[in-house]
Antibody, heavy 124, light 107 residues
Framework: QVQLQESGPGLVKPSQTLSLTCTVS??????????WSWIRQPAGKGLEWIGR???????NYNPSLKSRVTISVDTSKNQFSLKLSSVTAADTAVYYC????????????????WGQGTLVTVSS | DIQMTQSPSSLSASVGDRVTITCQAS??????LNWYQQKPGKAPKLLIY???NLETGVPSRFSGSGSGTDFTFTISSLQPEDIATYYC?????????FGQGTKVEIK
């Protein structure tokens, strides 16, 4: 069964770039009808969708973050990555990677599975 | 963006009680709604997809209903292991958006 694992620095300085990688195991990132997504959650708050990438390289981003976000995929390593530039304290959150499964039925989709999440703190 | 509004934001109920959470979308999203359960320190877990379909392996005490703009999530008989925060999520449009969550506690 497919599992996802986030990795990257837990502390990033203000104005710098946050970089995270999600490693997919138990299956190929290139197979099936999947988007590979990033979602974040500030402490004690709700979930915010950051964006997603298809294995073709096609991306979609949340307009609220679009100017600062880049999501890329490395199929040879079975990984996809998130870069968020010019970070501030407001970007402090637990960052999750997740697979968005696109079914053939009316475009029904859902996020499953999710990584365990990684806390990124923005502080000097 | 489609705004998802959940209510209540928190609730306290006794073991065995019926628990109901509502989720309202800011525009018609047909049945394009999922429900997730998040326990403290854990990632969200899919419970219900397409508004009313139970994910494989999820206990039948969980159910979902609704379409258009108004949706309901129900736990028919609250169990101690159901203590968590529950989120609705729409997939009618990008960006994907979530409700603000409903924290369920035991009275």
């Amino acid at each position: 069964q497919v599992q996802l694992q986030e990795s990257g620095p837990g502390l990033v300085k203000p104005s710098q770039t946050l970089s995270l990688t999600c490693t997919v195991s138990g299956g190929s990132i290139s197979s099936g009808s999947y988007y590979w997504s990033w979602i974040r959650q500030p402490a004690g708050k709700g979930l915010e969708w950051i964006g997603r990438i298809y294995t073709s390289g096609s991306t979609n981003y949340n307009p609220s973050l679009k100017s600062r976000v880049t999501i890329s995929v490395d199929t040879s390593k079975n990984q996809f990555s998130l870069k968020l530039s010019s970070v501030t304290a407001a970007d402090t959150a637990v960052y999750y990677c997740a697979r968005e499964y696109i079914t053939m039925v009316r475009g029904v989709t859902w996020f499953d599975p999710w990584g365990q999440g990684t806390l990124v703190t923005v502080s000097s | 963006d489609i705004q998802m509004t959940q209510s209540p934001s928190s609730l306290s109920a006794s073991v065995g009680d019926r628990v109901t959470i509502t989720c309202q979308a800011s525009q018609d999203i047909s049945n394009y709604l999922n429900w997730y359960q998040q326990k403290p320190g854990k990632a969200p877990k899919l419970l219900i997809y397409d508004a009313s379909n139970l994910e494989t392996g999820v206990p039948s005490r969980f159910s979902g209903s609704g379409s258009g703009t108004d949706f309901t999530f129900t736990i028919s008989s609250l169990q101690p292991e159901d203590i968590a925060t529950y989120y609705c999520q729409q997939y009618d449009n990008l960006p994907r958006t979530f409700g603000q969550g409903t924290k369920v506690e035991i009275k």
